[in-house]
T-cell receptor, first 114, second 114 residues
Framework: GAVVSQHPSRVICKSGTSVKIECRSL??????MFWYRQFPKQSLMLMAT?????????EQGVEKDKFLINHASLTLSTLTVTSAHPEDSSFYIC??????????FGSGTRLTVV | AQSVTQLGSHVSVSEGALVLLRCNYS??????LFWYVQYPNQGLQLLLK??????LVKGINGFEAEFKKSETSFHLTKPSAHMSDAAEYFC????????????FGTGTSLTVIP
């Protein structure tokens, strides 16, 4: 089946630094990537949608300058949390959409900003 | 307005008992319906989905769900709970003409009592 590799699974960073999270579709091409954020014991909230080679579309209330999304190829999308602060600590999950496999979720990244 | 609702944020069942997790949606047009399971600090795993066709859908790990248009429901069931079923379960929908965006329910935490 389709697999989306998301790295890192856990990251701890200092306040003010930037963190990059990668999502890579293995053996298939993802026409669209979705990025979600999940606070403890809450549901997933869509942050942004990106299509390969295009600028990401951000949901209302999501700062595009803080959460930089790059979808440079059909197999790789990255989310960079810039100038991270403790309130950015969360669980981030990507999802790749493809014609053949539908939606496939990554395993998530636990970000802790100290 | 379109929405998805999971009744019961926490459900406890005894091992071997029936599992019933409820999901209702609000939409004038039937959406695509999904159930996902999430284990601690992991991504989402698809249990089953309904798009068209047979309204009773069988998924992995012995789970099944039935789409009932008249009740706008897509409840998840399993005849006999196993300890390994303890996890967070999310109902998700894609409403037609919304750009293939997932809308997640708030989740139900399932506890299995030995």
């Amino acid at each position: 089946g389709a697999v989306v590799s998301q790295h890192p699974s856990r990251v701890i960073c200092k306040s003010g630094t930037s963190v990059k999270i990668e999502c890579r579709s293995l053996d298939f091409q993802a026409t669209t990537m979705f990025w979600y954020r999940q606070f403890p014991k809450q549901s997933l909230m869509l942050m942004a949608t990106s299509n390969e080679g295009s600028k990401a579309t951000y949901e209302q209330g999501v700062e595009k300058d803080k959460f930089l999304i790059n979808h440079a190829s059909l197999t790789l999308s990255t989310l960079t949390v810039t100038s991270a602060h403790p309130e950015d600590s969360s669980f981030y999950i990507c999802s790749a959409r493809s014609v053949n496999y539908g939606y496939t979720f990554g395993s998530g990244t636990r970000l802790t900003v100290v | 307005a379109q929405s998805v609702t999971q009744l019961g944020s926490h459900v406890s069942v005894s091992e071997g008992a029936l599992v019933l997790l409820r999901c209702n949606y609000s939409s004038s047009v039937p959406p695509y319906l999904f159930w996902y399971v999430q284990y601690p600090n992991q991504g989402l795993q698809l249990l089953l989905k309904y798009t068209t066709g047979a309204t009773l859908v069988k998924g992995i790990n012995g789970f099944e769900a039935e789409f009932k248009k008249s009740e706008t429901s897509f409840h998840l069931t399993k005849p006999s709970a196993h300890m390994s079923d303890a996890a967070e379960y999310f109902c998700a929908v894609i409403f037609p003409n919304t750009g293939n965006q997932f809308y997640f329910g708030t989740g139900t935490s399932l506890t299995v009592i030995p």
